[in-house]
Nanobody
Framework: QVHVTESGGGLVQSGGSLRLSCAAS????????VNWYRQAPGEERELVAA???????NYADSVKGRFTVARDSSQKVVYLQMNSLSTEDTAVYYC??????????????????WGQGTQVSVSS
């Protein structure tokens, strides 16, 4: 069974940096692509960064130039590097991972999995 976990959130001052991780575990697997979302209190969940299977990336205008998404060489972890943080970046951050995994008998399984989220709080 595949599990996806975000980590790396915390409290940081305005102008600071954090690196979030989206890690997949539980089976032989490979992360193909990841979308990073965030949801602030009272707001809808918004897509902030995307890493496609070919390695291409896309960013929301609000984070372009400040956030960078990258894949670990193990293909089981994707990072979101966040620089020049502002109070407007305060939110719970989620990753949605497109994963290929293999059951014990070798049967391939393709699916998209959500993590539980990690809180990012930026103080002024």
């Amino acid at each position: 069974q595949v599990h996806v976990t975000e980590s790396g959130g915390g409290l940081v001052q305005s102008g600071g940096s954090l690196r979030l991780s989206c890690a997949a575990s539980g089976s032989p697997l490979r992360i193909n692509a990841v979308n990073w979302y965030r949801q602030a209190p009272g707001e809808e969940r918004e897509l902030v960064a995307a890493l496609a299977i070919d390695g291409s990336t896309n960013y929301a205008d609000s984070v372009k130039g400040r956030f960078t998404v990258a894949r670990d060489s193990s293909q089981k972890v994707v990072y979101l590097q966040m620089n020049s943080l502002s109070t407007e970046d305060t939110a719970v951050y989620y990753c949605n991972a497109d994963i290929n995994s293999w059951q014990i008998d070798g049967t391939p399984v393709a699916g998209k999995y959500w993590g539980q989220g990690t809180q990012v709080s930026v103080s002024s």
